[in-house]
């Protein structure tokens, strides 16, 4: 598979008042084109940060992040190969769908960054159509509006918008988090189909580690803006290296059959561990003096990488 998207030592920070807050420190991470890679963490990890650099909405202030071989942000720029090449689909269908706008107008409305030509091709009835019911919807229901739809209908009108401009990649960002567990499953099983129809790669965010292993050929954990560990999922689900990791792991439902022994948070440090210290070190139950100094991220196979001194 080839390389489609490169995060070189991003870093994103954003200003309170006079105070820079670093939400995303120093991520590499590769996406290869047509795979799932999954980012996992808790809410305020950076995950979300990480996703809007690749559509758009934050700009990295630091590294470089790579699309297709040339660089997503020039100048302060946001560059895409073509319009409507990179889409997303937000947790909430309730609040990102315009409750003014009828269900016609929110799916073709990603085609007004395209040339007319494109637009009336793109935005044919018979298109809306075939797209309405590909993503399990009826097409008589193109006049209706957000609020006569369930969430997970509102979740396939979301994924309808996003088709619509025939992109090559996806951010998903807890995309069926605020949906009912069997809705959910039936959304993530229409992306997957999706996915492989239409050669889609995807960036999927999400705090639930089920979703992700369902979803993703490759995982990268993110934990206070760092990715604290990276490497296929199966690799991930079956020696995770990371405490963090572990502890997200066993943490899991039993239907996942290899359960480590439960793993919990370390009651919080007498030391004060200072600035300089790895970011998990207060809830960290392996904690050593060492870890007063952050460690680096490290491969430790081509595609599996972590930061921690237990690797060292
Ligand atoms: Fe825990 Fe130390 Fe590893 Fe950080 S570096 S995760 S504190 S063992
Ligand atoms: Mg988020």
């Known amino acids: 598979?080839?390389?489609?998207?490169?995060?070189?030592?991003?870093?994103?920070?954003?200003?309170?008042?006079?105070?820079?807050?670093?939400?995303?420190i120093g991520a590499n991470l590769t996406v290869k084109k047509g795979s799932v890679v999954g980012l996992v963490g808790e809410s305020g990890s950076g995950k979300s940060t990480l996703g809007k650099m690749l559509i758009g909405l934050e700009m990295p202030s630091e590294g470089s992040i790579q699309y297709a071989g040339a660089p997503l942000w020039k100048n302060k720029k946001f560059i895409r190969p073509r319009p409507g090449e990179i889409q997303s689909v937000f947790q909430d269908p309730?609040?990102?769908?315009?409750?003014?706008?009828?269900?016609?107008?929110?799916?073709?409305?990603?085609l007004f960054a395209l040339?007319?030509?494109?637009?009336?091709e793109k935005g044919s009835r018979e298109r809306l159509t075939s797209l309405m019911k590909r993503v399990g919807l009826k097409a008589e229901h193109l006049d209706r509006y957000p609020h006569e739809f369930s969430g997970g209908q509102r979740q396939r009108i979301a994924i309808a918008r996003a088709l619509i401009t025939d992109p090559s990649f996806i951010v998903l960002d807890e995309p069926t988090s605020a949906l009912d567990v069997s809705v959910q499953a039936q959304v993530l099983n229409l992306l997957k189909e999706l996915k492989n129809e239409r050669n889609l790669t995807y960036l999927f965010i999400s705090h639930n580690m089920s979703v992700i292993r369902y979803m993703c050929d490759v995982i990268a954990v993110m934990y206070k803006g760092r990715i604290v560990e990276s490497g296929p999922a199966r690799k991930l689900f079956e020696s995770?290296?990371?405490p963090y990791t572990k502890i997200l792991l066993s943490s899991l439902p039993s239907i996942f059959e290899k359960k480590g022994p439960a793993l919990s948070f370390a009651p919080p440090a007498e030391v004060d561990s200072g600035e300089e210290a790895c970011g998990f070190f207060e809830r960290c139950p392996f904690r050593m003096e060492a870890c007063l100094k952050a460690p680096a991220?490290?491969?430790?196979?081509?595609?599996?990488?972590?930061?921690?001194?237990?690797?060292g």
């Not at 309730?94 to 990603?110: C, G, T, Y």
């Not at 040339?115 to 009336?120: D, I, N, S, V």
């Not at 991220?297 to 690797?311: D, K, N, R």
Request: net charge neutral; proline share 5%; glycine share 4%.
């Open 240 to 242: 995770p290296r990371h």
């Open 115 to 120: 040339g007319t030509r494109e637009r009336k």
């Open 94 to 110: 309730q609040s990102s769908l315009d409750p003014r706008m009828r269900v016609k107008e929110i799916i073709l409305e990603p």
């Open 1 to 24: 598979m080839s390389t489609l998207i490169d995060f070189h030592s991003v870093d994103k920070s954003f200003y309170k008042g006079k105070e820079s807050v670093k939400a995303v």
């Open 297 to 311: 991220f490290e491969s430790i196979t081509e595609e599996h990488g972590v930061a921690c001194h237990l690797e």
